[in-house]
C-alpha cells in the first residue's frame, strides 16, 4: 500500500523588519545589524528562497514542500525574527540556582 502525501505548490511567511534594523541576504545566509550589534546565520540546510522585500522585510518562500519541509519554513522565519530581536532589545537570562534533593 503506497501512501501518498500532499505537496504545497508555494508557502510564505513575511518577517517585519524594524526601522532601526538592516538586513543582507546573500543567498541563504542572513545577516541582520541593530543598535546592539550584527547577527549572522546560514539556512543553507533548508532548501528555501530569501529574499529582502524592499527596506522592512524579508520574504521567507518555499516550493512544493510537504508537511515537514512547511514546519521548516515557519522555524526560518522565526530565527530571523528572533535574529533582530537580539539586536534591537536582546535577550537577558538569569539562572536560578536551587539545591533542593527529594523530599
Known amino acids: ?18 526601522a532601526k ?9 542572513v545577516k541582520v545589524t541593530g543598535p546592539r550589534g550584527s547577527l549572522e546565520r546560514s539556512f543553507d ?32 522565519a522565526t530565527h530571523i525574527d528572533n535574529m533582530v530581536t537580539g539586536v534591537t532589545r536582546g535577550f537577558l537570562f538569569k539562572l536560578r540556582m536551587a539545591y533542593s534533593h527529594f523530599p
Open 45 to 76: 540546510h533548508i532548501r528555501c528562497v530569501i529574499e529582502a522585500t524592499g527596506k522592512r522585510g524579508v520574504m521567507v518562500t518555499m516550493f512544493s514542500a510537504d508537511r515537514r519541509q512547511l514546519a521548516c519554513l515557519r522555524t526560518v
Open 1 to 18: 500500500r503506497s501512501r501518498v502525501t500532499m505537496k504545497t505548490l508555494s508557502a510564505q511567511r513575511r518577517v517585519a523588519i524594524p
Open 21 to 29: 534594523v538592516t538586513v543582507e541576504v546573500k543567498g541563504r545566509t
